[in-house]
């Protein structure tokens, strides 16, 4: 990378006045070797190790030192919120805000993709693109298959079970050079040379020339781009001298094969920052990993966590169940409980748990991270086994997203509101009041309200002013009193109309006193003194990736499998010492997604399991220094 940045960008004196400028704890061994690191490689990093604090002083240090006015940095990660982090903490320096700008590059791997590679080749074939969204593209593929043209197919699908998943699911998949129309998790049942199968491809095909196209699209439609102009690997790895992957444990195969496209035989140096044991995205129908899957042998690593102590580093390091790993505590002494319970103390699970939080956890480390309940499956499915989902526990939980005009909007404004408080889930909490907002206020005629991102943002429209509203209830929500919640109620029907520009029906505007809410939502009616002043946010393990919390709440549900219990297989290989590599695959899907949630609180990890399955475990944590309660003794 001779002539993109400074020598000395690393050296000791700039990094230590930079740690200083940015309040940072001093750094460790492994952080420095990392920092000062300038060639290719691969950093498996423990919860809480400090992993997006390093990239960004990483980053800083080097947006000071750049000289290149050509040739940028390129940044990647898997998700916007990732991104956005990471955008943020180079933004608060004035060196940083360079790279939010050309020639450098900070996104997620999908806007790399469209930007660089996708959006150019469906430019170059003179096609507009209209939308890249998996949900735009099932609409338009419902709506187009009703035309007489496509009358096989749709006699076909509306035969099967789940059939019209066959049509909304169409995907390009490029092989030997050419796009081929495919199914999104699996083949289509029919051949492409049948009637059916033609008329898929026709479908599709029309729905691309008219710029409809899913996400997994961008992908094929990139490396056929790359196979017909060889040239464009090149030109975009001398665009990037130094590319930094973080979140590398949930990229896609289909995202590493593009990636090493682009720069595996490139003179440019990647290094690719994760946690293997938090990669809770796999690739359904992935039949083998890539030769560069992450980590690489001979990965360096950051073993400790500043995030907890030695308490929950001990149960983090017994459920890595990729790699094995023995993360090293350094944060606050924490402590581990078991809440045991049965069909009828269920809904008493999280009130318990805030009892615990707020008399463990310092008050004002409960406001800024309020605890949380985290369960891998929202609702119940069709089994009989229990428990299965949040719901179980939470009877009056609302999953973020679902249709919620049966709920009063009060309290998915408190709800939301909570969350945003926290500011770890700050775009989640914005979407789900922005769902319940959309059904509290549902269009009698045509289509629906739009998608929050669709919104406008000018203060003059009606969607700029939905959005104003949308922040106070946010900022608010929490504190309304009946006249207060009257008046924002009035303003948002006015500007609701206005968005939707046709008659509106509102339900669940009515005002609900906190206390009563509570006491609804399956909090302890007993007295007003038991009522934590801090409540537990609900939402799932999925949700909580890369969240910290002062407490966090695992509720046990049944795997996807349908066979087992996460939970209780968690406990069950705490207890027993047994290896993770040597359990069940479905055993360690699901155990890993244990291991995410239980890797987020910094004071009080609890995990709930019932009795009949938990019990058997009791004696060997309790030695392992647990807190184990049986709610249904007391």
């Known amino acids: 990378m001779t ?42 990093a423990a919860p809480g190790s400090g992993k997006t604090t390093l990239i960004g002083l990483k980053l800083a240090l080097m947006a000071d030192a750049w000289t290149s006015a050509t040739c940028g940095l390129c940044v990647l990660s898997h998700t916007n919120t990732a991104k956005n982090e990471i955008a943020d903490r180079v933004a608060s320096l004035a060196a940083g805000r360079r790279l939010l700008r050309y020639p450098h590059f900070i996104g997620t791997i999908q806007s790399f993709v469209h930007t660089f590679l996708a959006l150019p080749a469906v430019r170059a074939k003179g096609v507009e693109v209209r939308s890249v969204d998996d949900a735009a593209f099932e609409t338009a593929a419902i709506r187009l298959l009703q035309h007489p043209d496509y009358s096989t197919l749709r006699s076909y699908v509306e035969r099967q079970r789940d059939g019209i998943g066959i049509v909304s699911g ?54 056929q781009y790359l196979a017909e102009h060889p040239g464009i690997v090149p030109a975009v790895s001398a665009r990037f001298p130094f590319v930094l992957l973080d979140e590398m444990q949930d990229t896609s195969a289909t995202q590493h094969e593009l990636l090493d496209l682009v720069f595996a035989s490139s003179p440019t140096v990647v290094q690719r920052v994760g946690d293997t044991n938090q990669g809770i995205y796999s690739d359904v129908g992935a039949v083998s990993e890539p030769a560069s899957a992450f980590p690489l042998a001979g990965a360096a690593e950051l073993p400790v966590s500043r995030r907890f102590g030695p308490q929950i580093a001990a149960v983090a390091s017994r459920l890595a169940v990729r790699r094995p790993q023995q993360v090293q505590g350094a944060g606050p002494d924490g402590k581990v409980a078991v809440l045991l319970f049965d069909e009828a103390t269920a809904t008493d699970v999280v009130p318990t748990f805030e009892r615990m939080a707020a008399a463990i956890v310092p008050e004002d480390v409960l406001l800024r991270r309020p605890p949380r309940v985290l369960g891998a499956r929202q609702g119940r499915g069709a089994s009989q086994a229990y428990p299965q989902s949040i719901s179980c526990y939470v009877p009056g939980y609302i999953p973020p997203g679902r249709p919620t005009a049966h709920r009063a909007l009060i309290d998915a404004v408190r709800a939301a509101g909570t969350q945003w408080r926290s500011g770890a889930v700050g775009h989640e909490a914005a979407t789900e009041l922005w769902n319940a907002l959309r059904a509290s206020f549902t269009p009698l005629t045509g289509e629906g309200l739009p998608a929050l991102g669709r919104l406008e943002r000018s203060a003059a429209t009606p969607g700029g002013k939905v959005r104003i509203l949308l922040r106070e209830l946010l900022t608010h929500g929490v504190t309304f009193d009946e006249a207060s919640w009257g008046m924002i109620t009035e303003q948002l029907t006015i500007q609701m109309k206005l968005l939707a520009d046709r008659p509106l029906k509102a339900v669940g505007l009515e005002f609900t006193p906190a206390a009563k809410a509570a006491t609804a939502a399956g909090g302890d009616p007993r007295s007003s003194a038991a009522v934590p002043a801090v409540r537990a946010v609900p939402g799932t393990i999925q949700s909580a990736k890369g969240e910290t919390h002062a407490a966090t709440l695992i509720l046990e549900c049944l795997e996807k499998n349908g066979r087992k219990f996460d939970v209780t297989e968690a406990l069950r290989m705490v207890a027993e010492g047994s290896d993770p590599q040597q359990e069940l695959k479905s055993v360690q899907a699901a155990v890993q997604l244990v291991f995410v949630g239980a890797t987020r609180p910094i004071h009080l990890l609890v995990l709930a399991a019932h009795r009949d399955r938990g019990k058997r475990y009791a004696e060997a944590l309790i030695d392992a220094d647990w807190d184990v309660r049986d709610l249904t003794e007391h």
Request: hydrophobic content about 40%.
């Open 170 to 223: 169409a995907t390009f998949t490029c092989k030997d050079g050419e796009l081929v129309v495919t199914g999104a998790t699996r083949e289509p049942p029919f051949r492409a040379e049948t009637a059916s199968g033609k008329q898929l491809s026709s479908l599709k095909w029309s729905l691309a020339r008219r710029g409809v196209f899913r996400y997994q699209d961008m992908y094929a439609i990139a490396q």
């Open 3 to 44: 002539g993109t940045y400074l020598p000395d960008a690393f050296a000791t004196h700039k990094v230590e006045a930079m740690v200083k400028l940015l309040g940072l704890d001093p750094l460790d061994a492994e952080q420095w070797d990392f920092l000062q690191s300038e060639t290719s490689q691969d950093l498996q």
